[in-house]
């Protein structure tokens, strides 16, 4: 940029000579020349330089020839002094060499005596224009660089929040725990960008809690702390953080006036106590995200004198939209995940039915406390005194997987009920796979009067039976899983226990250990459940558990369910069962199952259970009323003979209803000796008869 | 568990027969009896009760079969009961005197015999 020299405005010229006279002609030739400039003169080098020093000059024009100090010598102390200042130096006639030494010393011009005055106020001219250009040039320097400086403050600082952005949203999406997430922003604030910061959130019943509150110094942390204890926020919805809740617009204040302060109303207690650690001025930002308002952040300074500003509040507000981003999404993965959670405990037993003359066991262990996996298991009797068992696996985690566990579980219970055979009942799950999802799943029916199972697999890890003596088989055969094919096809297969054998059924994370195969998996859970296959249920699912995964489970949830059927004594018989009449058809199979064993003819079998039941009827209907109990049976069986007694522990009363009466007689025509002792701790019917001896 | 009982109606000559499956006792008596006393209309000569599908019965079923016999006396109606000679509830039946109050019939086609007469 070329910019015309300005109009020379007076300007202050020194001129330094021995000589009075001309000390007195040159400033009147210049003024008659030149517009607007004042001629100061000294008449020697130790005066002007005493000038020099006080005044800038415009120019300075000097006798060489001098006493004292000569003009050289002057220049030199000038070019010290004034560098900018140009200098023009005098010089006699024909003195070349002092000229050459002038030019050299640094003088911007040399005149020459007789001095020429044309040519004099021609030069001084040029010399005072060349330090118009100069000067001019050294502003736009410095424009220029002031300019550079700044940009790069620019820089720095938007590096700076970018910077700082990043760190806010590693730690943003580091967490799923909202509350966590505002206390690690606040902790990021100071001092960055506040010497305070409070955080609050929303929560869903419209409740507000103050989250976290950081100082720059940690001795005011303490106090603003024990200071804001005496107003919980609820409790008082204080200003100004209640209007940015309610209204979801930020606020940026950036000097706290007393009389700002005035105006927000009454309840300005934060505020308050915020001012009495000398805050000077605040941004609060909402935190919003999908149109609710989630919480506010508020910052504010004080040691540090800042002022907050627009571009403040931009970076903030920036801030607070990926920070309620963040949150919202906690919100809603801690709601998927409770949701899926609540969905699975709920498919999984509580615990298992407690089936008279079987034990089982089950254990669950979920990979990790967040996510939800798709394993499940369920057991139940089965109408003709069978028992229904089911390992399945849905792939994938969180809802929909619990959801489509929820339709799978109560399908198979109901077609199971309903009584069709294993594959009818896969084949009918298969239904109701949707594209795209898929589960394995294994359904057993096992029948403890002949230790028989009927199965069907769709695509699940083989079930394995274990005999008393440690044999062990896994039962093979199978399809694909629900879900693999469009038009699957699944079949039934059968096995016939060893009496006595234990069923283990399981989910792949049992077998699949990080490092092996599964087939080493299978090979394991084959040694450790053969190694004690009489032991405690209980104890042999924990065994197992821990021998086949070598306690370091892999990245999969594990489910184990175990199943067994004692041996029935053919003399000896005991169950207690809950007094309710679903106990019954219970009670019924197993008394059926052990007669079977004690080989005693149908009409006696029959005739006995009838009485047995009826003496068990008499105790849910009349013992308890509307309280819990139980019944006991017991039975003993001889070549000849067969005893039965019936228990409870409550008070009869008197029989009432329809049925009074029919059924005692009932038992004293079918078993003969029957005698009915009521105690105060409860009733016994004991019933007795000979056996018919075996005529078919 | 509770076990819903499975009771299928046909008809015959115009004589509703009512067959209950499985086994019949206080834990489902009442489910039982509703279905019964819903298969008859009141323009029906009466009710068979097929019994052969039935494995359990014990005084409940009784008082249930004597209540249902009862009902329809009161209406005018016949009621008959279908037992096969070797079914084993045949001694509960007998023991409890229920065969005094309605015709015990080993077939179906004799029980619609009782009908014509």
């Known amino acids: ?696 | 568990m509770t076990v819903t009982a499975m009771v299928k109606v046909i008809e015959r000559n115009g004589v509703p027969v009512a067959a209950p499956e499985g086994e019949i006792d206080l834990a489902n008596v009442a489910d039982c009896r509703a279905q019964l006393i819903s298969v008859v209309p009141n323009t029906a000569p009466g009710l068979i009760l097929d019994l052969s599908q039935t494995t359990y019965l014990d005084s409940r079923g009784v008082h249930l079969i004597l209540e249902l016999a009862e009902r329809l006396r009161t209406s005018q109606q016949q009621m008959a009961l279908v037992l096969p000679e070797r079914s084993v509830i045949r001694r509960v039946l007998l023991l409890t005197q229920v065969d005094k109050t309605v015709p015990l019939c080993r077939t179906l086609d004799e029980a619609l015999q009782q009908f014509r007469s």
């Open chain 1, 1 to 696: 940029m070329i910019v015309a020299p300005e109009r020379v405005s007076t300007k202050l010229i020194l001129l330094v000579d021995d000589d009075p006279v001309l000390l007195q002609a040159l400033p009147e030739a210049l003024r008659l020349r030149m517009e607007e400039v004042n001629v100061e003169t000294c008449d020697s080098a130790e005066r002007a330089l005493q000038r020099i020093t006080e005044v800038d000059y415009e120019a300075i024009v000097t006798d060489i020839k001098m006493p004292g100090t000569d003009g050289l010598a002057l220049l030199a102390q000038i070019k010290a002094l004034r560098p900018d200042t140009p200098t023009l130096l005098i010089t006699g006639h024909g003195e070349h060499d002092l000229a050459v030494q002038a030019l050299r010393g640094g003088a911007y011009d040399f005149i020459q005596k007789p001095i020429d005055r044309e040519y004099f106020v021609a030069s001084l001219i040029r010399a005072m224009q060349a330090r118009q250009y100069k000067r001019q040039l050294d502003d736009q320097q410095h424009t220029l660089e002031r300019h550079a400086s700044d940009l790069e403050r620019t820089i720095q600082e938007r590096t700076r929040e970018l910077q700082f952005l990043a760190d806010a949203s590693r730690i943003l999406t580091a967490s799923l725990d909202s509350e966590a997430t505002l206390k690690s922003i606040a902790r990021l604030a100071v001092p960055r960008l506040a010497d305070m910061c409070m955080t609050f959130l929303a929560e869903s019943d419209g409740q507000v809690r103050r989250v976290e509150v950081v100082h720059s110094d940690p001795a005011k942390e303490q106090r603003l702390r024990k200071l804001l204890e005496r107003y919980p926020f609820n409790a008082v919805v204080s200003e100004p953080t209640a209007t940015v809740l309610r209204t979801g617009q930020a606020l940026l204040v950036p000097e706290i006036s007393e009389e700002w302060a005035r105006g927000l109303g009454p309840h300005t207690e934060e505020l308050s106590v915020a001012r009495t650690l000398g805050s000077v001025s605040l941004i609060i930002v909402p935190l919003v995200a999908r149109g609710r308002t989630l919480g506010v952040i508020a910052f504010l300074t004080a040691e540090s004198n800042r002022q907050y500003t627009r571009d403040d509040l931009a970076l903030v507000e920036e801030l607070a939209r990926r920070a309620a981003l963040a949150i919202d999404n906690a919100r809603l993965y801690e709601q998927e995940r409770r949701i899926a959670e609540t969905l699975q405990r709920s498919l999984l037993p509580q615990r298992l039915p407690p089936i008279p003359g079987l034990a089982s066991a089950a254990r669950y262990l979920a990979a990790s406390p967040e996510a939800v996996g798709g394993d499940w298991y369920d057991l139940f009797v089965l109408p003709r005194g069978t028992v229904g068992l089911v390992m399945g696996d849905v792939a994938g985690r969180g809802v929909r997987v619990a959801a489509l566990m929820a339709e799978l579980r109560s399908a198979l219970r109901a077609y199971a009920v309903e009584g069709y055979s294993p594959a009818e009942v896969v084949q009918r799950l298969a239904m109701l796979i949707e594209p795209g999802e898929m589960a394995t799943l294994v359904y057993l029916i096992f029948d403890p009067a002949t230790q028989t199972v009927r199965f069907t697999n769709a695509g699940h890890p083989p079930p394995l039976a274990v005999a008393p003596d440690g044999r062990a088989a896994y039962l093979e055969g199978g399809a694909p899983p629900l879900g693999a094919l469009r038009m699957p096809s699944y079949h039934e297969q059968s096995a016939q226990l060893w009496p006595g054998s234990t069923l283990l059924l399981y989910t792949d994370g049992l077998i699949e250990v990080r490092g092996a195969s599964i087939d080493d998996g299978l090979a394991r859970l084959h040694r450790a459940a053969a190694a004690d296959p009489n032991e405690d249920l209980d104890e042999l699912v924990d065994r197992v558990l821990g021998e086949v995964t070598r306690g370091r489970p892999g990245g999969d949830d594990i489910a184990l369910l175990a199943l067994r059927a004692e041996i029935p004594d053919p003399t000896r018989f005991h169950v207690r069962l809950p007094a309710v009449p679903s106990s019954l058809p219970m009670l019924r199979h197993t008394l059926r199952r052990w007669m079977e064993a004690a080989q005693t003819n149908d009409e006696d079998a029959y005739e006995i259970l009838v009485a047995c039941c009826e003496a068990c009827s008499n105790v849910i209907e009349h013992a308890y009323g509307a309280a819990d109990g139980d019944v006991e049976v017991r039975g003993h069986m001889t070549e000849h003979e067969v005893e039965m007694t019936v228990r409870d522990w409550g008070r009869w009363r008197p029989p009432r209803g329809m049925n009074r009466g029919r059924g005692l007689r009932l038992i004293e025509e079918l078993m003969r000796h029957v005698t009915v002792t009521p105690r105060p701790d409860g009733t016994t019917v004991h019933m007795q008869r000979t056996r018919r001896q075996v005529t078919t």
